[in-house]
């Protein structure tokens, strides 16, 4: 576990180019890239001992290879994804700063992901979570080289929803029909409800922060199954929305002492945990699953 450096993903991406869509799929290794957001070195129980809300994802340390000085190649979300993605660092790539929820561009087109070459080899290409790598046009991730997405466009405190977390100062819900305009606050999103992306179509608007997690945790299984059973090697990238604040973690209350952050801990890890159960009954003992963070 730890956070990707481009070299690792120019590699993978290296070894496949080579391989052809017509080439038998057959036999190829599945790729499972769990990245999450701002976690911290001591959110997990490999790490610091004190930690107890994560046991899945110790357990996945301590049967797999853990690497404890590995590093992003920026500390915001977009030029750490951007470089994920294409092995090449935010001077090469473009990619220097976040997008906003007002940015026009993206990740620069003439960047080819791993998911384009993947895809090109053979492989079912799924993406699931946060993209912020941009949403208008072709910057959207289904014309990047995934087959399917399910997410966020960017991150989910960049704009209003109906379940605000419990970052603080909380930012209100979105405003309803009718009712008087709020003041704005310049901590907050107001003027547009976050949206969920089911490939190109808002399947939700405003998104529910509440039931996000189990959301991603369903369609990630879905892929991974639909995949299996077309018999194709597939690679999905699952960019979660924790640690990053607002926090929204289902009812009932959290009941130990670390409060909303050690629920939000322990719902991440359940997450993981449901993805490795699936990929180990349909990935067929040939699934490398990567479990990484980044700041931003």
């Given at each position: ?113 791993l998911a384009e070459v993947l895809r090109e080899a053979g492989y079912s290409t799924g993406a699931i979570g946060k993209w912020h790598l ?132 322990s719902e991440m890890d359940a997450l993981v945990g449901r993805i490795k159960q699936v990929a180990d009954s349909h990935g067929k003992g ?11």
């Amino acid at each position: 576990m730890g956070t990707p450096f481009p070299w690792a993903v120019l590699v993978l991406a290296a070894a496949l180019v080579g391989l052809s869509a017509p080439r038998a799929a057959y036999g190829l290794p599945n790729f499972i890239v769990i990245l999450a957001d701002d976690v911290g070195w001591g959110d997990l129980g490999a790490n610091w001992a004190e930690t107890k809300e994560t046991p899945h994802l110790d357990e996945l340390a301590a049967e797999g290879t853990r690497f404890v000085d590995f590093h992003s190649a920026a500390s915001t979300c977009s030029p750490s994804r951007a470089s994920l993605l294409t092995g090449r660092l935010g001077a090469r790539n473009g990619v220097t700063h976040n997008f906003a929820v007002t940015s026009v561009g993206g990740l620069p087109l003439n960047e080819t992901t791993l998911a384009e070459v993947l895809r090109e080899a053979g492989y079912s290409t799924g993406a699931i979570g946060k993209w912020h790598l941009g949403h208008h046009r072709h910057h959207h991730p289904s014309f990047r080289g995934f087959d399917y997405y399910f997410g966020i466009p960017y991150s989910h405190d960049m704009g209003c929803t109906d379940t605000p977390g419990y970052n603080l100062p909380p930012c209100p819900p979105c405003p309803r029909h009718g009712a008087a305009a709020r003041v704005a606050r310049k901590d907050c999103y107001t003027e547009v409800a976050l949206p969920l992306f089911e490939n190109i179509t808002i399947v939700q608007q405003p998104v529910n922060l509440s039931s996000l997690a189990a959301r991603y945790a369903e369609e990630a299984a879905r892929f991974i199954r639909r995949a299996s059973d077309s018999g194709r090697p597939f690679f999905l990238y699952l960019a979660l929305a924790h640690m990053h604040v607002p926090l929204g973690v289902p009812p009932p209350p959290p009941a130990s002492g670390r409060g909303i952050y050690g629920a939000s801990l322990s719902e991440m890890d359940a997450l993981v945990g449901r993805i490795k159960q699936v990929a180990d009954s349909h990935g067929k003992g040939n699934t490398l699953l990567w479990f990484t963070g980044t700041a931003g």
